[in-house]
């Protein structure tokens, strides 16, 4: 499936910038109860950073538009198969705004460039609009993974 441009973004490293500003925008409760954040310490995510560039089964970048980041995407518990999907807006300026179709295309593509079967995403099934935009994508329902939320998978 083809999708055109929309909105211009560009993707890049995910830095100690991006970082400190992502533990801000978890933080948001809003951006924390959509996204499922579990609460963790400072010294658990200084860990799980700096283990970032030894990780196959990971990886992370940042979306930017004219030279602001505006959130985050990757793919995790990557396997020779598949892996979990994940997207988030953390400059809520930018929410509604088409951000979400660029990263979500970069992220199929990028599963894709590894040669995955599939992709799947954990949704809150209040979250409507995530659940739109991996339905625009072609993920379709596979279960409920528990009573708040719905695991979505797309066949590459």
């Known amino acids: 499936m083809e999708?055109?441009?929309?909105?211009?973004?560009?993707?890049?490293?995910?830095?100690?910038?991006?970082?400190?500003?992502?533990?801000?925008?978890l933080d948001d409760p809003e951006i924390k109860r959509l996204t499922n954040t579990p609460d963790t310490d400072k010294e658990s995510k200084e860990k799980w950073f700096q283990g970032l560039k030894e990780r196959n089964d990971y990886y992370i970048t940042t979306a930017w538009r004219d030279?602001?980041?505006?959130g985050v995407v990757g793919l995790k518990h990557i396997t020779s198969i598949d892996a979990e999907?994940?997207?988030?807006?953390?400059?809520?300026?930018?929410?509604?705004?088409?951000?979400?179709?660029?990263?979500?295309?970069?992220?199929?593509?990028?599963?894709?460039?590894?040669?995955?079967?599939?992709?799947?995403?954990?949704?809150?099934?209040?979250?409507?609009?995530?659940?739109?935009?991996?339905?625009?994508?072609?993920f379709k329902k596979e279960k409920d993974k528990d009573e708040n939320t719905i695991i979505m998978r797309l066949y590459l």
């Open 3 to 25: 999708f055109r441009t929309i909105i211009d973004i560009q993707f890049k490293e995910f830095d100690r910038k991006v970082f400190e500003m992502s533990l801000r925008w």
């Open 67 to 70: 030279d602001v980041p505006l």
């Open 85 to 138: 999907a994940f997207i988030y807006i953390g400059e809520k300026n930018y929410w509604g705004k088409a951000v979400g179709i660029e990263m979500g295309k970069y992220v199929i593509d990028y599963a894709r460039s590894l040669g995955l079967s599939s992709i799947y995403v954990f949704i809150l099934k209040e979250n409507i609009n995530s659940y739109r935009l991996a339905s625009r994508f072609g």
